[in-house]
């Protein structure tokens, strides 16, 4: 069975300050992808960032980087100099290829103040 | 501009009542979800349709049901058999492929009065 757990549940944050939010993940398959999606006040989920299992590069666009790393199961997401608009709830989610294949973690609310 | 489309925003229910949640997009997406959020919760998966006259049943399928007559519609309909269907409920679509991201609508925000 897959599981994503993001054990921060809420981070507060000062404005301009970095921030990482964790991610782990649990899954049998080799093949998987990994995604990051922010949920601001609104609503909407919002896209930010596909990964497949074989491709352990970081990535960085922006103000937002993130660490993959198979090793440890992790796929962390930074934020440097955060800002009031950062503010939201981030959820990582795995997918597989069978079944329902997205599994949603359970969020972490980052709250950044000015 | 292509997107998902929810209605209503706001839907307030009587005890005894189903209501109807619309979900349409334009995306030309095989795939389309609906997943409930409960305050300070992650998403849990209600049903899921693969393609058209085809649907699954996710985590939560009680006291819900859904149709999937054509591409760009996935109606989910919360019945009386719900007990506890105040919730956000956000609904979504993607190419049927795992590797594609899902992209999501706006919500739909379900009260009981």
């Known amino acids: 069975a897959q599981k994503v757990t993001q054990a921060q549940t809420e981070i507060s944050v000062v404005e301009k300050e970095d921030v990482t939010l964790d991610c782990v993940y649990e899954t049998r398959d080799t093949t998987y992808y990994l995604f990051w999606y922010k949920q601001p006040p609104s609503g909407e989920l919002v896209f930010l960032i596909r990964?497949?299992?074989?491709?352990?590069q970081n990535e960085i666009s922006g103000r937002y980087s993130w660490n993959f790393q198979k090793s440890t199961s992790s796929f962390n997401f930074t934020i440097t100099a955060s800002q009031v608009v950062d503010s939201a709830v981030y959820f990582c989610?795995?997918?597989?290829?069978?079944?329902?294949?997205?599994?949603f973690g359970p969020g972490t609310r980052l709250s950044v103040l000015p | 501009d292509g997107g998902i489309t929810q209605s209503p925003k706001y839907l307030f229910r009587k005890e005894g009542q189903n209501v109807t949640l619309s979900c349409e997009q334009n995306l030309n997406h095989d795939a389309m979800y609906w997943y409930r959020q409960d305050p300070g919760q992650g998403l849990r998966l209600i049903y899921y349709s693969q393609i058209v006259n085809d649907f699954q049943k996710g985590d939560i399928a009680e006291g819900y049901s859904v149709s999937r007559e054509k591409k760009e519609s996935f109606p989910l309909t919360v019945t009386s058999a719900q007990k506890n269907p105040t919730a956000f409920y956000l609904c979504?679509?993607?190419?049927?492929?795992?590797?594609?991201?899902?992209?999501f609508g706006d919500g739909t925000r379900l009260s009981i009065l």
């Open positions: 990964r497949n299992s074989f491709d352990e």
């Open positions: 989610a795995l997918s597989v290829n069978y079944g329902q294949n997205f599994v």
């Open positions: 979504a679509s993607s190419i049927r492929e795992f590797n594609q991201p899902q992209h």
